[in-house]
Each structure stands twice: as C-alpha cells, then as structure tokens.
C-alpha cells in the first residue's frame, strides 16, 4: 500500500519512552517504537522525530525554581531521550542523525533546517532535540515548528490514550472521544491536545495534526497508510 504522506513529524512525549513505568527509560518500548519507524520508512515515508523530556524532568513543575533555568534542564532532559531512540535505531539498521537547538557538537549536530531537510531526502531519520533552544516553549511547540520549517504534511501526535476525548478518560469513563476537529475547536473548548501556542502554529501553517495511542504496536503505520483511528485535528472546511 502506498502512504498517504511523504514526510512526517512524529512527536513523541518523554513518557512514551519510559512505557508503564512511568518514569526514565523503558528499552523495550524504544524498540517497539524504533521498529514502527522502520516500517515506516521502508514505504518511502521520511521521518523526523520531535521528543519530550517529561520523563526525566518537567520545567513547568520545579516550584521555587528560576522558569529559564528549569526549562534549560527541560530541554537537556530531550537529549537524552533523543539519544537514546538515536541507539535503537542504529541497533536495527536505521541511519539517524540528532540535531539539538542547543549546540553540543560532541554527540549531536546544531539544527540547521536546510541539512535536516538534506538528512531527510536521503532517508535518514532525523530526531530534534532540546525544543526550540529558548525557555517558555514546549517541545509541542518544536513539533509545530519544525513541521513548518521542513514542510511536514502532518505531525503524528503520539500518546497514552486513543484520541481526544472532552475529558480525561482516565479520571471520567464516560468521557466521549473526538474523530475530527478543528483547530479553533480545540482552542475554545481547551482540549488538551497540544498548547495554545502548537495549536496556533499549526492553525496559521495549515498542518494537521493526528493524535493517536502508542500502546498498541502498528498505529504509526496505520496513520501513514491513512486508516481513520485516533483524532484528526485540521482547519474548517468552511475556510476552505
């Protein structure tokens, strides 16, 4: 089957990573992902990777702590997972590249968009790391960016639930999932999906956005095929 998309954001928060665990590292669960990457770029898929570092630390929640300081740690915490995925990759095959926003030439390169873009069309996957180098933005942010940046058709938002439902599905059963959405949607009814400000770059750059589970191995190339599971977040038709 032929994908739907040629090149790709798959944002990956840090507790993907750390599996049930819910903290650090899980190996098993980087391979899995390493694996659905794989199979996605054997159909030709480029793939660029956007990862958190919610795992390790998160800036937003340090109380008593400088905001720039703790989101600098935030961001040094992406690097370590960016690595890390970088390993499982390698370990099956796949050639990779890191790029940081914050420059640390010993084990990954600056992000420089038109050498992403090169990495890219060579088939490389490309993992960005450390955000957006500036404190106050999350890496949802980075994701929308960077998908601009390199003209991504689509950021695949990868997490622990199924979709976007209008509550927590964790906390309330009867909370009801969402198949389709707009991005002015998302913003006045203030589903979580991704931060205002990712809303607003994706809304302004026309990027769609796909929010589905990592739990069940496969979906990643489920997306990229086009089948309908997850929420699919795009702007009003009416608009059009």
């Known amino acids: 089957m032929r994908p739907k998309y040629k090149r790709i954001i798959l944002k990956l928060s840090g507790e993907a990573l750390s599996g049930e ?9 980087i391979e899995s992902i390493a ?11 480029e793939v660029a990777v956007v990862v958190g570092g919610g795992n390790f630390w998160r800036g937003r929640s340090s109380k008593g702590m400088d905001r720039t300081t703790a989101d600098y740690m935030g961001m040094l915490a992406t690097v370590i997972n960016a690595l890390a995925l970088q390993d499982a990759l390698e370990n099956i095959g796949m050639l990779t590249r890191v790029q940081t926003a914050i420059e640390m030439r010993q ?25 957006t180098g500036n404190p106050y933005f999350s890496t949802d942010t ?3 960016l960077r998908a601009a940046e390199i003209e991504a058709e689509v950021i695949l938002l990868a997490k622990k639930v199924d979709g976007v439902y209008d509550s927590d599905p964790m906390e309330n059963p009867s909370a009801t999932k ?44 489920k997306v990229v095929l086009g089948k309908k599971i997850g929420t699919y977040v795009k702007e009003d038709t009416l608009c059009n």
Not at 21 to 29: N, Y
Not at 35 to 45: M, N, P
Not at 192 to 219: H, Q, R, W, Y
């Open 21 to 29: 665990k819910g903290f650090g590292l899980d190996q098993k669960t």
């Open 107 to 131: 084990i990954a390169e600056p992000y420089i968009r038109r050498r992403a873009i090169r990495h890219l069309e060579k088939g490389r996957v490309v993992i960005f790391a450390a955000g």
């Open 178 to 221: 969402f198949d389709e959405l707009t991005y002015i949607e998302v913003l006045s009814k203030g589903l979580k999906v991704m931060d205002s400000t990712a809303t607003s770059l994706c809304m302004d750059n026309k990027i769609p956005i796909i929010v589905f589970s990592l739990k069940e191995p496969g979906n990643i190339k």
């Open 142 to 144: 980075t994701a929308s």
């Open 35 to 45: 694996d659905q990457i794989k199979e996605i770029t054997e159909l030709g898929v």
